[in-house]
């Protein structure tokens, strides 16, 4: 497809790729439209209204429905699981909490490519936040997953650390809803396509 | 100050028709879990005598659960005991701690309170409709 010629809508559909168990592509699309205005677009797709695009539920260029991410959250603290889960959930994430870094890795040794995301605290006995995120940075099967981190320690050293090791974001405790659903969008759409 | 802060508004604003009780879980949540954290911590104090570092550990983990849900009153109590036991004194951890609990019962009777007040009130738009 040439980068010069305003492509058809059924072209774009054509070269669209959102496999079922992915964010959105929306980077994808850019790079192959480049000299397109994006705007156009998307419309021109939702015109074409292919059923066979899957839906990606951040991406509003598909049209059939699809699952939606998986978040893994970990938090040593009941109520911050609680919390943590209605919001990822009301923000139409499907979740998984477990209690400490071990249960996180057990979790992604039975079914790493489901996880989409995993959203860590920092504070917890035994295994860090950070520890974990070195876990997670330096498997060859897990590193491609974003991990954000949430603490209520609001250290420079501490955020800076965990940026260098690869975090996505680090967010401050208490965690509001709309921080959480922004940076996980964020975050799952920057992944590369597994 | 508030006994509640903007916190508790945001965990407020996560309830909708698919968690119709979720505030009231969290609040129960909270004071099972708030409760069973100041008891070990009793425990600590009697236990580890002077062993600051580890009370300071359970009570920033019941700081991190005020927080959480917004309980002001209780965190600012369970700052001043962090701030006690980083001066070592035992005297003040022991006030500060007496103080945490009343919090901790003051704030419990209060919620009590305004949930069986959302009960009593019913679903909104209830108390509008016209007798038939």
């Known amino acids: 497809m040439s980068s010069t010629n305003p492509p058809s809508a059924t072209s774009h559909v054509a070269l669209t790729r959102h496999p079922l168990e992915h964010g959105c592509g929306l980077s994808e699309w850019r790079s192959r439209c480049r000299g397109t205005d994006s705007t156009s677009l998307k419309n021109g797709l939702l015109q074409a209204s292919a059923p066979s695009i899957p839906l990606c539920c951040l991406c509003p260029m598909s049209t059939t429905v699809q699952e939606p991410p998986h978040v893994l959250a970990v938090d040593d603290s009941l109520v911050d699981r609680v919390v943590i889960s209605r919001l990822l959930r009301s923000s139409k994430y499907r979740v998984t909490t477990v209690d400490s870094g071990k249960k996180a890795l057990e979790v992604l040794s039975l079914g790493h490519e489901s996880v989409q995301l995993i959203i860590t605290d920092y504070c917890m006995p035994e295994m860090t936040g950070y520890d974990l995120l070195k876990r997670v940075k330096e498997s060859a099967e897990l590193r491609g997953i974003p991990v954000v981190i949430m603490s209520s320690e609001n250290s420079p050293a501490r955020i800076r650390r965990c940026l260098d090791e690869g975090a996505e974001e680090f967010l401050i405790k208490p965690v509001r809803p709309s921080d959480v659903s922004r940076l996980c969008n964020r975050a799952i759409a920057a992944m590369p396509m597994r | ?132």
């Open chain 2, 1 to 132: 100050m508030g006994h509640l802060d903007e916190q508790f508004r945001q965990v407020e604003d996560l309830q909708d028709e698919a968690s119709p009780n979720f505030v009231e879980e969290v609040v129960v949540v909270f004071f099972k879990d708030s409760g069973r954290l100041i008891s070990n911590l009793e425990q600590a104090l009697e236990k580890y005598p002077r062993d600051f570092n580890r009370w300071d550990a359970y009570m920033q983990q019941l700081k991190g659960s005020c927080s959480s849900i917004g309980a002001s009153r209780m965190k600012n109590e369970c700052m001043s005991f962090r701030d006690n036991c980083g001066q070592r004194s035992v005297e003040g951890c022991m006030g500060s701690l007496q103080k945490l609990k009343r919090e901790h019962a003051i704030l419990r009777q209060k919620l009590e309170s305004y949930f069986q007040l959302l009960r009593q009130v019913g679903p909104a738009g209830a108390a509008t409709r016209p007798a038939m």
